[in-house]
């Protein structure tokens, strides 16, 4: 497995909560991405990054913000939770050119 | 229309068999063409990818793009039950760190013993 890691792996929250999901990386990849995975949908990206403090939105980023102070580590916040925002969460990375792109294990996020 | 259209299956098959997933796209701007493998519960791990048309063979896997058609297959020689699994084609129109992938919604494939 590349060198990525997700936390939390499970979280149960409620409705208007604030929720923080962590990607780290050992790889000392320049880009890193947020994709949420949903029945019939696939994957689609919320957020990336393409190095240090440079972001950029995805297809699907309202409700969502993120941020990078270290080139290891890329922070996804639901401001305030809502039921719609119950899914699985990926983090990936790359080297470079994004269509080599290394996934981490997921988190499950459930809203109640 | 979805830009990544791929048949969700399920789809079983006996162990040995040939098998043949498939996704079509709408955006002739794509270049770039991978094969994601997704195991239960786990992450995508990138199987294979190709640029523009013509095929890639690596193992039991080949690739096949048609880009006249705007058509993608992945063949899966003797499957095996470890090969039980979603299959997710993905797209991107270039090489440049900016260019976003697009995903199919995957193919779930079940090999049977």
Known sequence: ?112 | QKEVEQDPGPLSVPEGAIVSLNCTYSNSAFQYFMWYRQYSRKGPELLMYTYSSGNKEDGRFTAQVDKSSKYISLFIRDSQPSDSATYLCAMTPGGTSYDKVIFGPGTSLSVIP
């Open chain 1, 1 to 112: 497995d590349a060198g990525i890691t997700q936390s939390p792996r499970h979280k149960v929250t409620e409705t208007g909560t604030p929720v923080t999901l962590r990607c780290h990386q050992t790889e000392n990849h320049r880009y890193m991405y947020w994709y949420r995975q949903d029945p019939g949908h696939g994957l689609r990206l919320i957020h990336y990054s393409y190095g240090v403090k440079d972001t950029d939105k995805g297809e699907v980023s309202d409700g969502y913000s993120v941020s990078r102070s270290k080139t290891e580590d890329f922070l996804l916040t639901l401001e305030s939770a809502t039921s719609s925002q119950t899914s699985v969460y990926f983090c990936a990375i790359s080297p470079g050119v994004p269509n080599e792109q290394f996934f981490g294990p997921g988190t499950r996020l459930t809203v109640l």
